[in-house]
C-alpha cells in the first residue's frame, strides 16, 4: 500500500514534476508475468527515477545497511525501505547474498518484477563496470527474461556526495528488449553458463547507455582507491561522503 502511495501521491508527481524524466522503449516492460530488470547503476536517485517509470511494481534487492543502521534515522530508514517491498543483501556474507537471491528467485516465481544492478555497487566514475553473475543464476532458476535498462545523465544530476539531485539534466530511462536465456535452461549453477548470461546483459547495458567498459569489478576500484563498499569510508575511518553503494 505504502509503494502505490509513494508512487502515485507522494515521490511519483514530485520527480515527474521537477525532473521531468524521459524514457525509452517501455514498451518492452511486459504488462503480466515475472522479469528481471538489470541496470547500470550511476546514482542513488537511479533506484527512485526507474521504477516510478514502470507502471508495474518494481521489487529491488537492496543493502542489508539500510534495514540495519541503528538510530532514528535508521528506523526511517527500515520503515520507508521495508515499506516499499525492498529486500536487503548482506554483500559481505556469502550465505546471506545466497538467501537474497534466493528471496529474488521467490519474488520472480511469484509474478513479479525485479530491478537489480549486476554491477552491485554504483559506479565510481561513470563508466560500466564487470556484472556479478547473481543476475544470471536469478534468470537461469526462474526461467525469466531480463530486460536491460540504461540510466542517462543521473551520475550528472546527483554526483557522489550530493544528496538533492540537481534538476538538469533531465534524467533518462532506456529499456532494451527482453534477453531470452531459455537455451540455458537446467543450468544453473554452471559458472560458465552464468558467466556468459552476465557478460551478454553487460553488453546490451554498454550498448544502451553508451558506456565505455571496464572488465574489473567496480567494488575492487573501490577498494582500491581506499572506499569501503558497504560503509561509504575512507580507510583510516575518515568518511568519504555519498560514496555508499547500492
Excluded at 508475468?33 to 550511476?42: R, T
Excluded at 537471491?101 to 549486476?118: A, D, H, Q
Excluded at 560458465?192 to 567496480?218: C, H, K, N, P, W
Excluded at 567494488?219 to 569510508?233: E, N, Q, Y
Aim: aromatic share 10%; with cysteine.
Amino acid at each position: 500500500m505504502f509503494y502505490w502511495l509513494a508512487k502515485f501521491a507522494l515521490i511519483g508527481p514530485l520527480l515527474r514534476g521537477l525532473w521531468r524524466p524521459w524514457t525509452e522503449g517501455l514498451e518492452n516492460i511486459p504488462d503480466s508475468g515475472p522479469a528481471i530488470i538489470a541496470s547500470n547503476h550511476l546514482a542513488f536517485c537511479d533506484s527512485f527515477f526507474m521504477p516510478v517509470m514502470i507502471k508495474r511494481k518494481v521489487t529491488f534487492l537492496a543493502k542489508s545497511e539500510y534495514f540495519t543502521t541503528p538510530g532514528i534515522k535508521g528506523l526511517l530508514s527500515r520503515m520507508f525501505f521495508a515499506g516499499v517491498g525492498q529486500v536487503p543483501i548482506d554483500r559481505s556474507d556469502p550465505d546471506a547474498s545466497r538467501a537474497a537471491l534466493t528471496t529474488g528467485v521467490r519474488v520472480l516465481r511469484g509474478g513479479n518484477l525485479l530491478g537489480i544492478y549486476p554491477e552491485g555497487t554504483r559506479s565510481p566514475d561513470g563508466r560500466l563496470y564487470r556484472g556479478k553473475t547473481g543476475v544470471a543464476r536469478m534468470a537461469l532458476e526462474a526461467g525469466v527474461p531480463v530486460i536491460p535498462c540504461a540510466m542517462i545523465n543521473t551520475e550528472t544530476i546527483q554526483p557522489p556526495g550530493r544528496r538533492i539531485p540537481r534538476l538538469r539534466p533531465r534524467p533518462g530511462i532506456r529499456f532494451g528488449k527482453p534477453l531470452d536465456f531459455s537455451r540455458y535452461e537446467g543450468m544453473a549453477g554452471d559458472r560458465f553458463v552464468e558467466r556468459s548470461v552476465t557478460d551478454e546483459i553487460m553488453y546490451e547495458l554498454m550498448s544502451l547507455s553508451g558506456q565505455e567498459y571496464v572488465d574489473t569489478y567496480a567494488a575492487k576500484v573501490k577498494r582500491a582507491a581506499g572506499v569501503d563498499t558497504a560503509f561509504g569510508s575512507e580507510r583510516g575511518g575518515h568518511r568519504v561522503a555519498g560514496t555508499r553503494a547500492s
